[in-house]
Structure formats: structure tokens, C-alpha cells
């Protein structure tokens, strides 16, 4: 899913025009506190309420983090349009000056700047995400097995380390994506091994979130964990990842190889 902030004067006219030129299921996600749209009130003691009817549904329930609201959008959409959430760590298109913006428009204007822009963009991938995409597989009636892998940001590996904050990874563009895809394919010669899909995220990674996810799709379990264990391997090992480390202390950069 590819996911791409809007904010300024017209921002809702600039999504509203991309949603029609969109090819793909499309969420629209508002930071600006809009109406609720006629959402029954939270039922006593629940969390969140879900109302369904033949118009579609709404929800109602507790605060959630953006994150979190793209994570559960990413298996089932394509893009996501963020509108009016400056603070979010996502590609800003404006309607308005905004001098950290990655690309200044006007909302009535050209569109093929933002679909450029929109191609261009590193999916938001999540571990459900990939899950969906292999059971999605046109082998998957001959798979009895999903094994997975994530790694995630740790903040230290003993009571007594320093902190880490959080890491920075860039990929070698081109190089790293084609390697990766070139791995996939390797992996998916093996006997009984059907689909396989590797995502490794880039930018900044607080501690605690999620780096990298392997998905392995196999006719049995065994040949499913040797796949994910190689393929994690693999792509630590031959993939051109660059990553930066922020500690409460130090900050240095470390090739993935480590």
C-alpha cells in the first residue's frame, strides 16, 4: 500500500480527484477530528463499537496511533491518502507553502506530478499485509503451511546496555529491490516451496517497531521454516542495506552485514 500525506487549503479536492484517478482500492484517512457521520455512541464498557448496516459501517473507540490505522488498512488497499496530518512521517504533498513539503500543488492543477510521486514511494508493507498477498497465491491450494519471519528494532540486548533509540536504514536504489526480488525467485525453485515474499523497510525505526518480514508459502512446514530462516539469511547477507544507530550515547552507521 503506498501511502502519501496531503495537507493544506484543498486538500480534501486534491484527494477527492485522486481517488477517481487511482487504479486500486483507496483509504482516506482524516487527521483534522471530522464528523462522525451519524456513529452510534461507544456501548457501555467496549473499547471500540463497529456499526453495520447496507450503507457500510462506521467505529467508534479508544485513541489509536496513525500507525496503527495504516497497518490495518495495508492488507486489503492499495493507497492511502492522509489528509491534514503534518506531523506524520510520510511523503507531504501541499496545497499551500510549506517548505518541507516533497511536492507544492494546486489542488485544481496537473495530478501527474502526485501520481509520479505516489509510484515512486516505498509500499507500506506489514506482516499481515505479506500473509494476505502469498494466501493470495495462485498455488496456495497446494500449500498446507505459512512461516514467517519479522525482525524488529530491539533496544538493548542486556540490562546494563546503552539504549538504542531508534535505527535509520537506506537501501542502494535499484540494487537492493532487484536483489531482493532475485532471492524470492531462488528460494522459490525449492521442492514444495509455492511463494515467497521479503520486505525490508527503510527511514527512521523507533525501538520496538518492525523492520524486515520474510513469508514463506509451502506445501509442509518444514520446508516453510528452512526457507525463512535462508531467506532471512539471504537478504542480511546479499542484499545492500545500510543502517544508523541511535543510542542514548553515540549515533554510527553499520552495514547490514553485521
Do not use: N
Amino acid at each position: 500500500m503506498r501511502t502519501l500525506g496531503i495537507v493544506g487549503p484543498g486538500a480534501a479536492t486534491l484527494a477527492d480527484r485522486l481517488v477517481d484517478r487511482l487504479d486500486g482500492r483507496v483509504a482516506l484517512v482524516r487527521g483534522d477530528g471530522a464528523t462522525d457521520g451519524g456513529v452510534a455512541a461507544r456501548r457501555d464498557g467496549a473499547a471500540t463499537t463497529y456499526d453495520l448496516g447496507p450503507e457500510g459501517w462506521h467505529a467508534r473507540g479508544e485513541s489509536t496511533s496513525l500507525g496503527d490505522v495504516l497497518d490495518r488498512l495495508a492488507p486489503d488497499h492499495d493507497y492511502a491518502l492522509v489528509l491534514d496530518r503534518p506531523d506524520a512521517r510520510l511523503a507531504r504533498v501541499a496545497t499551500g507553502a510549506d517548505p518541507e513539503a516533497d511536492l507544492q500543488v494546486d489542488p485544481d492543477g496537473d495530478l501527474d506530478p502526485v501520481l509520479e510521486l505516489l509510484g515512486d514511494l516505498e509500499p507500506h508493507e506489514t506482516l499481515e499485509s505479506l500473509v494476505t498477498r502469498v494466501k493470495g497465491s495462485p498455488r496456495a491450494d497446494r500449500a498446507g503451511a505459512i512461516a514467517t519471519f519479522t525482525g524488529r528494532v530491539r533496544a538493548k540486548d542486556g540490562e546494563e546496555d546503552t539504549p538504542t533509540q531508534y535505527l535509520e536504514f537506506e537501501k542502494y536504489e535499484g540494487v537492493a529491490e532487484r536483489r531482493t526480488r532475485e532471492i524470492e525467485a531462488e528460494l522459490e525453485e525449492r521442492d514444495g516451496v509455492l511463494d515467497v515474499v521479503m520486505h525490508h523497510r527503510t527511514g527512521v525505526i523507533p525501538d520496538g517497531e518492525d523492520i524486515v518480514f520474510v513469508v514463506v508459502l509451502a506445501g509442509h512446514r518444514r520446508e516453510a521454516f528452512r526457507t525463512v530462516e535462508d531467506g532471512i539469511d539471504r537478504l542480511k547477507e546479499e542484499v545492500p542495506i545500510f543502517k544508523k544507530e541511535v543510542t542514548a550515547e553515540e549515533t554510527f552507521w553499520v552495514h547490514e552485514r553485521d
